[in-house]
């Protein structure tokens, strides 16, 4: 075929942040050949922006944690809706995922006697976040990479992949373009890994970077993968929102977890006022039993600010439209009230939260040692994605595995901080293995010729539209959709709106032109994202109407309550006979005895 180079691998892992780093590298060792294929540059993902830390009960600060209360504190906060497996493997395993990188060189800030420390994190029950300062996804892919490296894999770095093929019933190969020239490449594989992140781009407000487009989860939905959970989007309930430059950029849960506390306009912690009834137990009564706790005394209760993030979320936007917010729209975040409590606070600071402290001072002109942050909930991550197997990671289509923010399942209705990076380790290891195990079982088959041409046709058909409307004018309205109709607070009637305006958006998106040439070309590479946008955007907004209940990331006005006719399946999406999405209930299997004792033992 003209205008196209063929590359030919055992296994083909398309994104290479954490999971698919960790899935590369674990397949590489079963000694096939692995390649790994990326949107921006090597080292970009947005893995390394991740900043609080890796959760994996290691008890290294309270000998009172185990996998026993990480696994119960995973299905609390995903509000039961969690593959019970993949919360059960995770727990077990994290530990083991978080030494082995360690051995492999990170170097994790350290307990007076040496051990890897462990900081608070939101829902979780013990110190349990394995960090570097507030940089700790810059050291996983840091070490990730060196490591990696040694491996013999072939990175294929600013190349995004537009199409999978499907033959013999199981995935076969990828159509990509290189962002530099605009050529075709064509990946042959007897095995794909899909680890290509979230979807943070289909709204406004967002602490996601221009990446998250949703492509693994539609490539694979459009492959004829089945998708989960698609409802569940979680809204961190802290990002930055003033000046309007910076809207959406995130501050870090460890800044809560450091003692930060949320006040409103009138000097109020308002997060007291309302305390679910389900972690009332293991929730501080008072402010001062909250800052003990935040000391490491094991007697004390957590602050309510270490609710968990759907909740506190909901508790910032309950102040904001009771006009008790902050000047700009949301609430203040005050970790120099600390000074009250230990000398040498701001030093204190600017040690455990370096980031924080030049974020603040860099792109607000505040001195988060001094003054308290303005903050607001911002777009951060979808629970939903890639519907897989527990074990394998294999999703319903074979030869196709999925893992990290782009599968679905550990998390349930809601993520715990801290339970992304280890996620991405368990399940990027498990999916790289079973990626090996099936390309050693399977031979290769060549994607058909002419499902080729017609995917790069379809692909160059944008330019071909010179009079066509600008890809940046659909994108722009596609999240202002996303944002204003499938937020974080929704109404029936709302996301009625957002389905026929998904339709219009769609139909408009099949017109979008560009010009220029293919050699770096940003409207062209937003008209090929659309697609993505769209097809994400559309499996959220059919979910988000289906489930007619408030749980975890899905809050619904109309429907404040959780109902238990909702408590016990996902909703899962796939693409009919006739290429429309269809939505089904899939109830989830019963845990084993064991499980079920665990869950009721720490309730
Ligand atoms: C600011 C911030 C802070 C965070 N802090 C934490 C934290 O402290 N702890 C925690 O657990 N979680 C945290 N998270 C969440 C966590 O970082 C992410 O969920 C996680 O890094 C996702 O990793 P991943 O490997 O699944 O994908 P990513 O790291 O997102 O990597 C995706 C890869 O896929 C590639 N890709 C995408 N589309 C294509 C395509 N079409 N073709 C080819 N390649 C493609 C990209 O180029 C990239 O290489 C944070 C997130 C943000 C935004």
New binding site residues.
Partial sequence: MADVQNFDHDVLV????????RAAIEAASKGVSVGL????LLG????????????AAMGNVDDRDNWRVHFTDTLRGGQYLNNWRMAELHAKESPDRVRELEAWGALFDRTPDGRILQRNFGGHRYPR?A?VGDR??LEMIRTLQDHGVHQGIDVHME????TLFVSQGRAVGAL?YDRERGRFRLFRAKAIVI????I?RAYKIT???W???G??QS?AYHAGAALMDMEFVQFHPTGMIWPPSVRG??V???VRGEGGVLKNKEGRRFMFDDIPENYRAQTADTPEEGWRYVLGDKNARRPPELLTRDHVARCIMREVRAGRGSPHGGVFLDIAWIKEKIPKAAEHIKKKLPSMYHQFKQMADIDITTTPMEIGPTT??VMGGVRVDGDTQMSTLPGLFA????AAGLHGANRL????????LVF?KRAGESAAGFAAQHGAVAPDAGEVTEAMKDALAPFERTTGENPYAVQHDLQNLMQEMAGIVRTESDLLRAAEGLVKLRERAAGVGVSGNREYNPGWHTALDLR?LLTVSEAIVASALARKESRGGHFRDDYPEKKPEFGGSNFVAGKDPAGRLALRSVPIPPMPDELTKLVEEFK
């Avoid at 294929?37 to 921006?40: A, E, G, L, T």
């Fill in positions: 398309i994104g290479a942040g954490g999971a698919g780093l294929v990326c949107k921006s970009k993902a947005h893995t390394v922006m991740a900043e609080g830390g890796v959760a976040l960090h700790t996804g190349v995004t992949v537009v990509a680890a290509t992140g979230g943070g602490s996601n970077s990446e998250y487009t492509d693994g490539l950029i995130l870090t849960e460890a951060h991550y893992a990290g923010e782009a901080g801290g339970n992304s990076l280890s996620d991405l990027g993505h």
